[in-house]
């Protein structure tokens, strides 16, 4: 058996005394794409927010080609620039152009220099179309434009697994297929990615395979076609049957 | 003829188009002119009322002599000013550490490690402390206090000790300053900041600390202003600096004009201070809300 790219093993997570994930365990392998739907509030981002260690899991084990993520003397920010997250909201840094926006981290966590960083950035952003925006600023940017940015900025740590959390919740429709252009890009490239997503359609089109998150736990996972036609699990059946009248 | 009720709405032509994109202008032109005429006019006839009044009212004479008189105010202006030189110093001095201290103070009071918590322990007690009591009283304590301990080493003016006194207190408040300035920056920063493998403090160096100072400079630029006033309360322990200059006029000379020449020194400062407050503030105020007539 070849080891998985990242794999979760009964995590569990807590805020104060509300469990959030309740044993999730989940394997990933390289150059897979993985979808976790859900309702909110179901542990989809907490999920990817304890892969990149922004939030402590209370019980289990996260593995990163099979090494603990977890374990005592791990270093955190090395595993964060390994295992790249992409947030909802952007969060480009707004005092920054977008070129510094790429390369700042490059040049401290990786220790690139100036040049080496830049010409990095400048290849990733002429691949997402967006070469003209390179000393713009964020505020100057559409939605669609910063997302896109978000993600460039994240691959430009050259990370090993992408994670991305609702990254179109906050899009008009035609930002969504901007932003949907460059994960379609991002699969084609290879790259190992973890989407939380509302978008059953864009789910079903890019994903190998697709986990139904509710309560905190996965109910239910499978390739699309399986998953979407012939849910095993009447709760995933009732969820997409919801989902799926609304849009 | 009645016209035809169900006639279309007649599009603008692009010249009436043109002519409806100057017209705002012009009008606003007429607008400003005016609501000038306007302000101008109330002013005028609201002064000459208040001379009339003034100048009618028994009191009016005396008040002149005592604050206003000429005469004093060129005799008293070279000391003033000589004093005043003092304050300058003091604040130009004081300022800088005040800047350094009040940051510091602020990151250890935000500090979450638990190694450095008697860090954040001293930090919350120093701004209880230096916010909470009156700085006349600090600069008292300390100004007649210190030296009167003679201790070896230690200097002994009274102005070192006045401005030590003034450093710590508005220290304090400039921490807090800081510290709302650091909080405002909203957590997602820091958290995108962290998942590009940034340690902790390389976040709050690059991402969040830049952004917190630029929000943060009208209210520091009003601290600048409360620091070159209190500079006058040092005269409480002896240098002779505008505010004890004009004391030591009045006193002699039964006329209080000199302490009119101290207030439009320090108003010189801290006037345009305010000023470029005002104006940061409108600006930054301007790119936060871009829109909207009202």
């Known amino acids: ?247 | 003829m009645n016209p035809d009720p169900v006639e279309a709405p007649r599009k603008l032509s692009e010249a009436e188009i043109e002519a409806l994109l100057v017209r705002p202008s012009v009008w606003k032109r007429r607008d400003v002119q005016r609501s000038l005429l306007i302000a101008t006019l109330s002013t005028v006839v609201l002064g000459a009322l208040i001379a009339y009044v003034l100048s009618e009212s028994t009191g009016w004479d005396a008040v002149r002599r005592s604050f206003l008189s000429w005469h004093h105010f060129q005799e008293a202006m070279p000391r003033v000013w000589d004093g005043f030189k003092l304050n300058i110093k003091i604040f130009l001095i004081a300022e800088p550490i005040v800047l350094v201290v009040g940051l510091l103070l602020a990151l250890a009071r935000l500090s979450r490690n638990p190694v450095l918590f008697p860090i954040r322990a001293f930090a919350v007690f120093f701004i209880d402390v230096f916010r909470g009591a009156p700085a006349l009283l600090v600069i008292l304590m300390l100004g007649f206090g210190v030296p009167g301990l003679r201790i070896e080493g230690l200097p002994r003016e009274p102005v070192f000790w006045g401005t030590v006194a003034i450093i710590l207190t508005s220290s304090a408040y400039t921490a807090e300053t800081f510290r709302a300035g650091i909080e405002s920056i909203h957590p997602g920063q820091r958290a995108a900041a962290r998942s590009l493998g940034l340690s902790n403090v390389r976040a709050q160096l690059h991402v969040v600390l830049p952004q917190a100072i630029r929000n943060v400079i009208p209210p520091l630029l009003s601290g600048f202003v409360a620091l070159q006033k209190e500079t006058s309360l040092v005269s409480a322990i002896g240098p002779l600096e505008a505010t004890r200059q004009a004391q030591i006029y009045a006193g002699t000379t039964f006329n209080f004009t000199s302490y009119l020449a101290a207030a439009l020194l320090f108003a010189a400062v801290t006037v345009p201070l305010a000023r470029l407050t005002d104006h940061l503030l409108v600006r930054s105020g301007k790119s936060r809300a871009s829109g909207g007539a009202v």
Do not use: W
């Not at chain 1, 690139?112 to 400048?122: H, I, K, T």
């Not at chain 1, 964020?138 to 993600?151: E, N």
């Open chain 1, 1 to 247: 058996m070849t080891t998985s790219k990242l794999r979760f093993d009964a995590v569990y997570k807590a805020y104060d005394r509300n469990l959030v994930l309740r044993g999730v365990s989940l394997d990933v392998q390289e150059h897979e794409v993985v979808c976790l739907i859900g309702g909110s509030g179901s542990g989809k981002s907490t999920l990817l927010r304890c892969a990149n260690l922004l939030e402590e899991i209370n019980a289990g084990q996260i593995y990163l080609n099979g090494e603990s993520i977890i374990a005592p003397g791990v270093h955190a920010d090395r595993i964060r620039q390994r295992i790249g997250l992409v947030f909802q909201s952007y969060n480009l840094f707004p005092h920054m152009s977008v070129l510094k926006n790429i390369t700042f981290a490059q040049q401290i966590v990786l220790r690139r220099s100036r040049s080496e960083a830049e010409r990095r950035a400048f290849e990733l952003l002429e691949r997402f179309g967006l070469s003209d925006k390179a000393r713009a600023f964020p505020d100057h940017l559409s939605g669609g434009q910063q997302q896109r940015v978000a993600v460039v900025r994240a691959m430009a740590l050259d990370p090993e697994v992408l994670l991305l959390d609702e990254i179109t919740s906050a899009l008009d429709p035609v930002m969504v297929g901007e932003v949907l252009n460059v994960i379609r890009e991002l699969k084609t490239l290879g790259m190992t990615m973890i989407l939380a997503t509302h978008h059953m359609g864009f789910a079903r089109h890019i994903a190998d395979r697709i986990a139904f998150l509710e309560g905190g736990e996965i109910i239910e996972i499978g390739p699309p076609a399986q998953l979407f036609d012939a849910p095993h699990d009447p709760r995933t059946k009732e969820f997409l049957d919801r989902v799926l009248a609304s849009e």
